[in-house]
């Protein structure tokens, strides 16, 4: 069995914070977000075998996070074309994953995420806009590889909202 985490990069600070889009950050919130996230998931048993992130500094930042709460201790591939990916640009990155990985998490943006998760799970694009920032969402498939995921064959398992502060 396969399991796909895809995340939603915790939330950002405004485009005024930055000189682009690319290099915008985290609020305070989304670092406490992030790494709360990360011990969530090692709490769950969730912990993710391989981190893959957009190179966005958001983005990038979240992924950090996330694995260092969640006790994660390989290198992330922060991916500079997973930036603003379609969901078929992600599921082909996840379609690309080495067989050896049993548990991948996608850190990536709206609506590129929304729609990998509807892409995986229903074959439309009806979840493609209920991804707030910090959501985090567990797609299962009996697939044995990677390269098998594809439209409709996974299973929603959980949905983690964003988490509060705190948690």
């Not at 074309?81 to 992600?90: F, P």
């Not at 229903?122 to 498939?141: C, E, F, N, P, W």
């Amino acid at each position: 069995m396969k399991t796909l985490l895809i995340v939603r990069h915790t939330q950002a600070a405004g485009t005024a914070a930055a000189p682009s889009d690319f290099e915008r950050p985290l609020t305070d919130e989304g670092r406490v977000q992030a790494e709360a996230q990360g011990r969530f998931l090692q709490r769950s048993g969730m912990v993710p075998d391989v981190v893959a992130c957009s190179a966005a500094h958001r983005a990038a930042e979240t992924a950090a996070l996330l694995a260092q709460g969640a006790g994660v201790t390989r290198d992330i591939a922060h991916e500079r074309h997973l930036y603003n990916a379609t969901g078929q640009e992600l599921l082909e990155y996840v379609q690309s994953t080495p067989g050896e990985v049993g548990r991948l998490a996608v850190v990536a943006h709206m609506p590129g995420v929304g729609e990998l998760l509807s892409l995986l799970t229903t074959r439309h694009m009806d979840l493609a806009h209920v991804y707030k920032a910090g959501t985090i969402a567990v797609v299962q498939s009996e697939e044995p590889r990677w390269d098998a995921f594809n439209y409709g064959s996974g299973t929603l398992s959980v949905l983690f909202p964003p988490l509060l502060t705190g948690e």
